[in-house]
């Protein structure tokens, strides 16, 4: 069995990790201890094109399947998880639209996905239910003066649907969906 990557995989493994050596790496601490959301290292995957690898050349991306994803996120991750992150969630938030979605709604968002004109989310975690999809509460339903609403039962005190603007903390995406919790300084890894 051939383990090897094909030439095409092989030649973006490299170029993500020569792009996370030198662009990456230096700014990995700084991401971690500010938990400010690194727009420049967004920038900088737009620009290099890694926003569309699992999304389909027909609709704006490079094609490059779960596989070139996964190579890229590998490389990003190896120097910051946050970083890496922004590269998994062109996937999880596009992905049932490109198993399930109308053709429409496919020309619709992804192709501003993969050139970065879009942004995508992804929220699966709720206080009582984890990743527990089924035991999830919120639900989105159409309000006729508003459009499309959120509705949740999260309450824990300081994390509401409308919560405080967030303080600077060493997670940058937020643990646990709560825009105002903070990891224990402890609780850092010290891989670096």
């Given at each position: 069995?051939?383990?090897?990557?094909?030439?095409?995989?092989?030649?973006?493994?490299?170029?993500?990790?020569?792009?996370?050596?030198?662009?990456?790496?230096?700014?990995?601490?700084?991401?971690?201890?500010?938990?400010?959301?690194?727009?420049d290292?967004?920038?900088?995957?737009?620009?290099?094109?890694?926003?569309?690898?699992?999304?389909?050349?027909e609709?704006?991306?490079?094609?490059?399947?779960?596989?070139?994803?996964?190579?890229?996120?590998?490389?990003?991750?190896?120097?910051?998880?946050?970083?890496?992150?922004?590269?998994?969630?062109?996937?999880?938030?596009?992905?049932?639209?490109?198993?399930?979605?109308?053709?429409e709604?496919?020309?619709?968002?992804?192709?501003?996905?993969?050139?970065?004109?879009?942004r995508?989310?992804?929220?699966?975690?709720?206080?009582?239910?984890?990743?527990?999809?089924?035991?999830?509460?919120?639900?989105?339903?159409?309000d006729d003066?508003?459009?499309?609403?959120?509705?949740?039962?999260?309450?824990?005190?300081?994390?509401?649907?409308?919560?405080?603007?967030?303080?600077?903390?060493?997670?940058?995406f937020?643990?646990?969906?709560?825009?105002?919790?903070?990891?224990?300084s402890?609780?850092?890894?010290?891989?670096?």
């Amino acid at each position: 069995m051939d383990f090897d990557l094909p030439e095409e995989l092989a030649q973006l493994q490299e170029t993500v990790r020569r792009l996370a050596q030198d662009k990456v790496k230096p700014r990995a601490r700084e991401i971690d201890d500010t938990g400010e959301y690194p727009q420049d290292l967004f920038d900088l995957f737009r620009d290099a094109g890694l926003l569309g690898l699992c999304i389909p050349t027909e609709y704006g991306g490079s094609g490059a399947g779960i596989l070139g994803l996964t190579i890229a996120i590998e490389e990003v991750a190896k120097y910051s998880n946050t970083a890496a992150l922004m590269l998994l969630l062109t996937r999880l938030p596009t992905g049932p639209v490109m198993i399930a979605g109308s053709e429409e709604q496919k020309r619709r968002y992804l192709p501003g996905i993969a050139d970065g004109t879009l942004r995508a989310a992804f929220g699966l975690s709720e206080p009582q239910a984890g990743s527990d999809v089924m035991g999830m509460r919120t639900r989105a339903r159409h309000d006729d003066a508003r459009g499309a609403k959120l509705a949740t039962e999260m309450r824990r005190p300081g994390c509401s649907p409308i919560a405080p603007p967030p303080t600077p903390t060493r997670d940058a995406f937020r643990r646990n969906g709560c825009p105002t919790s903070r990891w224990p300084s402890t609780t850092r890894p010290n891989w670096r």
